[in-house]
């Protein structure tokens, strides 16, 4: 999406070692491919930056995609996206019109591109969601993703949220954990979070937690295999309560070191902590 941070992301990229091309139109997006195998290793990863500037070309992605396939190239979609009221922010701040916005609203502009983009980013290996992330953080999270000299297997996000913040629109599985008993009504774990020891032991403690943790445990490593054989290598795994701040802090930590135990490579954002 304009706005929702393409420019950092790319600028992260060059720096991990990646030649970048922005605003390449997408018909040539094959073409990049062979002069940089021709270039005896000194192109070896290519990231291509591509936008709704270039929407003449657009229709040539979708081929372009799968001229790449066909070769046996290996490629990722990495989506950029963000909230309505972010991107608004972000426009009015630089005092640019959105590309597509014409002579209606910025907000025009942003509906007209989501329809445009809708089935790219349902093709998206990596959805990130930019509302909330600073550059620092946005960068972090590339980092996170592409810093490796070799692609693991599989990567994942587990991020613990509260419902009342809204959900995280870059999720790819949501668990509820209103389930459980709130610590929040305990006195002497209210001030505290799911990180503490005291927290996580109430959270656990709690009939169906444990068992909750085994069996989704048990269902992610059915959906990893399958995510694998589809060639997906990025999941985010979204785990909520009501503030984001005991039961789904608490549970996230569990799941995390699970996965991690497991093989799969894991980060783990605490998205909605303190912000109450």
């Not at 009939?207 to 909750?212: D, H, I, N, V």
Request: aromatic content about 6%; overall charge negative.
């Amino acid at each position: 999406m304009s706005g929702a941070g393409r420019s950092t992301a790319a600028k992260c990229l060059e720096d991990l070692g990646w030649f970048v091309v922005d605003n390449l139109p997408p018909a040539l997006i094959p073409t990049m491919v062979e002069l940089g195998a021709r270039s005896q290793g000194n192109v070896a990863r290519i990231a291509v930056v591509v936008d709704v500037r270039g929407r003449r070309f657009f229709d040539n992605l979708r081929e372009s995609l799968a001229d790449l396939d066909s070769r046996g190239v290996t490629r990722r979609i990495v989506f950029l996206e963000s909230s309505d009221d972010a991107l608004v922010r972000r426009f009015e701040s630089v005092r640019r019109p959105h590309p597509l916005q014409g002579d209606g609203r910025i907000v025009d502009g942003i509906a007209a591109e989501r329809e445009l983009l809708r089935e790219l980013r349902g093709d998206a290996d990596l959805v990130i969601d930019t509302s909330s992330l600073n550059v620092h953080e946005l960068r972090a999270k590339m980092d996170a993703q592409f810093a490796g000299e070799e692609e693991p297997e599989l990567r994942a996000t587990v991020m613990s949220f509260g419902f009342k913040y809204g959900l995280p629109v870059d999720a790819d599985l949501v668990a509820d954990m209103r389930f459980l008993p709130n610590p929040h009504w305990v006195p002497e774990l209210r001030p505290y979070t799911g990180l503490n020891e005291e927290v996580s032991a109430y959270v656990f403690n709690q009939p169906g937690a444990k068992e909750f943790l085994d069996r989704y445990a048990e269902l992610l490593r059915l959906i990893a295999t399958g995510y694998r054989r589809e060639g997906k290598r990025y999941v985010t795994i979204a785990i909520g309560c009501t503030g984001g701040k005991h039961r789904s802090v608490a549970v996230s930590e569990k799941l995390a070191a699970r996965l991690a135990a497991e093989g799969v490579e894991t980060v783990v954002v605490h998205r909605d902590m303190g912000r109450e």
